[in-house]
């Protein structure tokens, strides 16, 4: 059974950077083909695609948010780490990592963190 | 980059329904790697179709997609309760993998 959980803080300020751990379980990131990306839903909103990352370490972000993105795995502890830098209130959003695999949808995601940036 | 537009942007039908959302892409989708999600409100999306019209597992016969190129169909065949929800379109051919704005199903 796969299963993914975000976690990270729930409130953070204008212009700080966010850091979000998605911790998984069920599948490795080792495996040929797997990957892990991150989604965001601003409340009432549509979904967002934000980045991804495979098991051969390639990397794929969103052009309009590439600058201010940085995604890491870490195969040992199954975990994918998404920072976000200089946040702002339209950052505030419900969080969310899934799973993938090369040339397939996401096809398990995690429950979701919401996010709010506020001072 | 891809954008897609789905319509209507709310359906409303009653139970027993037949349901017809639209996708349509701005530019040809690779090997019709177009895939649909339902979100309940407070729930995570869920997987229904990929591939443009296999269903994931686990998915009822009477959810169907099509289409292919620019333009993508998802069909419910008759509507039940728990199926009025946000369905929303996603393109993974080509990166960023976008998403549609969604298509809210509302009970008529």
């Known amino acids: 059974q796969i299963t993914l959980k975000e976690s990270g803080p729930t409130l953070v300020k204008p212009t700080q950077t966010l850091t979000l751990t998605c911790t998984f379980s069920?599948?490795?990131?080792?495996?040929?083909?797997?990957?892990v990306g991150w989604i965001r839903q601003p409340p009432g909103k549509a979904l967002e695609w934000l980045a991804l990352?495979?098991?051969?370490?390639?990397?794929r972000y969103s052009p309009s948010l590439k600058s201010r993105l940085t995604i890491t795995k870490d195969t040992s502890k199954n975990q994918v780490v998404l920072t976000m830098t200089n946040m702002d209130p339209v950052d505030t959003a419900t969080y969310y990592c899934?799973?993938?695999?090369?040339?397939?949808?996401?096809?398990?995601w995690g429950q979701g963190t919401l996010v709010t940036v506020s001072s | 980059e891809i954008v897609l537009t789905q319509s209507p942007g709310t359906l409303s039908l009653s139970p027993g329904e037949r349901a017809t959302l639209s996708c349509r892409a701005s530019?040809?989708?690779?090997?019709?790697?177009l895939a649909w999600y339902q979100q309940k409100p407070g729930q995570a999306p869920r997987l229904l179709i990929y591939?443009?019209?296999s269903r994931a597992t686990g998915i009822p016969d009477r959810f169907s997609g099509s289409g292919s190129g620019t333009d993508f169909t998802l069909t419910i065949s008759r509507l039940e309760p728990e199926d009025f929800a946000v369905y929303y379109c996603?393109?993974?051919?080509?990166?960023?993998?976008?998403f549609g704005q969604g298509t809210k199903l509302e009970i008529k």
């Open positions: 591939g443009a019209s």
């Open positions: 530019q040809s989708v690779s090997s019709s790697y």
């Open positions: 996603q393109q993974y051919g080509s990166s960023p993998p976008a």
């Open positions: 069920g599948f490795s990131l080792s495996t040929s083909g797997v990957g």
């Open positions: 899934a799973h993938t695999k090369i040339q397939l949808p996401a096809s398990d």
């Open positions: 990352i495979y098991w051969d370490d390639d990397k």
